[in-house]
């Protein structure tokens, strides 16, 4: 999506290792015009899979999610990271490692909000090595839910969690693909 | 907000000892309708303030909070409660009690996305004793930007936190202010 790449060009910092900056405007402080036109176009990709609801999971998928969500008019869950005296009951888990934070936590979802009777959309910020898409479609599939796409804004290229998961089949669309050339320079790969 | 109060009524679930359950439509699946229409109404409340930015913290506040900040068009800064790699650089933190996790976790905003040329106002899905809004104003007080005013959507009023804020002559909102009666039993109080 040109609108992201440009914007990631004009804004994002990219530095040695891979690791991209968005923080000004996607996962820190979050240009809310921008992320409105990525619900827009989330929508235009998914529009006909009959989604009834967005799962995404804590914290900075969970605003680009809920304005996603206006456009197809579904609601948003979002998997939680800790354990909370408020998520009693029965719930969903599945263990995540984080490279950003360097361990390993447990997402949870309840089950009174992801059913079979669930068509779902996974929505997430960022698709490096897939560890937390992992996390989310172990839920869906411990639910009986029918996972009908994920859409992330930016996924790395260079890392191995896109491939994997189209190679599971899954209907993955991202945003824009970061990669890098052979001199360590950032460039864009198309979205197939 | 009679829209709120209907829909706790209806989904909330009150429990023994002061519990407010509302998972089922604001922080764990989030009911967007609904959410849009509280976007709406703090939009209502504090258009006239000059709100260039509206500050958060993760992780239920962030999906209110962009849904809110299309109302006002400005951008989403969410305070962030880990750690992590990809928040170097000069950041402005504050130590917060949390209630509901029962521990003390550490909050931090960049330098870079919120100065003394901010007009902020403060985003939350609940205010209870407070804690979280205290570390939010210490990190709004060290950036020297100048505090509009606090959008809550559920206050609960049999806790101190609504009282002490409105006494510091902040412009305090909350959408819906519960609170019991002598039995026990969930009432709505007068946000003034």
């Not at 998914?46 to 989604?51: L, R, S």
């Not at 408020?86 to 009951?89: A, F, I, P, T």
């Given at each position: 999506m040109k609108l992201l790449e440009e914007r990631i060009v004009k804004d994002g910092i990219f530095k040695e290792g891979g690791i991209l900056k968005v923080d000004s405007f996607l996962n820190h402080c979050m240009d809310i015009d921008l992320i409105s036109e990525l619900g827009k176009e989330f929508h235009r990709l998914?529009?006909?899979?009959?989604?009834n609801k967005i799962l995404t999971i804590e914290a900075s998928g969970i605003g680009i999610a809920c304005i996603a969500a206006q456009y197809f008019n579904v609601p948003v869950v979002f998997a939680k990271k800790v354990q909370s005296k408020?998520?009693?009951?029965e719930v969903y888990t599945s263990t995540v490692h984080s490279y950003t934070h360097d361990k390993e936590y447990v997402i949870r979802v309840s089950k009174k909000f992801l059913t079979e009777n669930d068509r779902v959309l996974i929505i997430d910020d960022f698709l490096a090595k897939g560890k937390a898409i992992f996390g989310l479609l172990d839920i869906i599939r411990q639910s009986g839910a029918t996972l009908c796409g994920a859409g992330i804004c930016i996924e790395k290229g260079f890392q191995e969690g896109g491939r994997i998961i189209r190679e599971m089949g899954i209907n993955l669309h991202s945003l824009a693909i970061v990669d890098m050339d052979a001199d360590g320079n950032m460039i864009f790969k198309e979205d197939h």
């Open positions: 998914f529009a006909d899979c009959g989604i408020n998520l009693d009951g």
